[in-house]
């Protein structure tokens, strides 16, 4: 089980949160990006982030939370990132998405909010290396996991493609964490970056 962890909640502030990530032994570092306008909340600019990442030794995994996925693909390809996320939901044309971020060499993944069905992806799955299983509703840290949505991961698995990781993000943690054992990845935030021992709580998930 591959572990992202996101920054977003935590006792200490961003750069000392990464610097803390960047002592375990997770996977990615998870960058969550909201706009204020397909989520409510608004969190960083672009150049927040490049400073808040600029020593972290930790590939990117970065979730586009965000009306508009095109007009920050470009930005976020000058920094370490090896996977970028858009939501289904805020496109139109998600082949031209996909072939954009693949034109900058990173791995594209599409997320999908909690009441999008599986199905909508179907045309995409061969295209892309990661799906982002979102299993609370996207915009907030510290929501409650959503059961109902592990049959989502049921149904990715079922289909027997290889060449995308179905990666779970939203309310995981020690308890929750049986519930996605089929996944390959999990997104943590504040399980692991509100406790005061990071690897401990990374450890549990693994």
């Known amino acids: 089980m591959k572990v992202s962890v996101s920054f977003i909640k935590s006792k200490y502030n961003e750069r000392e949160t990464i610097r803390f ?4 032994n997770a ?15 608004k969190n960083y600019t672009f150049g927040q982030i490049k400073e808040y990442v600029k020593e972290t030794s930790k590939k990117l995994d970065v979730h586009l939370m965000c009306e508009n996925p095109h007009k920050y693909i470009k930005d976020f390809a000058l920094l370490n990132t090896e996977y970028l996320i858009f939501h289904l939901e805020t496109v139109n044309n998600p082949e031209e998405i996909i072939n954009e971020i693949h034109s900058y060499g990173i791995k594209c993944g599409i997320s999908i909010k909690p009441d999008t069905e599986v199905i909508k992806l179907k045309p995409y799955l061969e295209k892309i290396e990661q799906v982002l299983v979102m299993s609370v509703e996207p915009g907030a840290g510290g929501q409650e996991f959503m059961p109902e949505m592990i049959q ?10 290889t060449n995308f990781l179905i990666s779970v993000d939203g309310g ?6 049986d519930y996605v054992r089929n996944a390959d990845m999990v997104v943590s935030g504040s399980f692991v970056c509100l406790s005061d021992n990071y690897q401990e709580q990374i450890n549990k998930l693994r």
């Open 27 to 41: 996977d990615y570092l998870h960058v969550d990006v909201m706009d204020g306008k397909f989520v409510t909340e």
């Open 21 to 24: 990530i960047d002592q375990t």
């Open 172 to 177: 995981i943690n020690e308890s929750t964490i």
């Open 152 to 161: 989502k991961i049921d149904d990715l698995k079922t289909l027997g493609l």
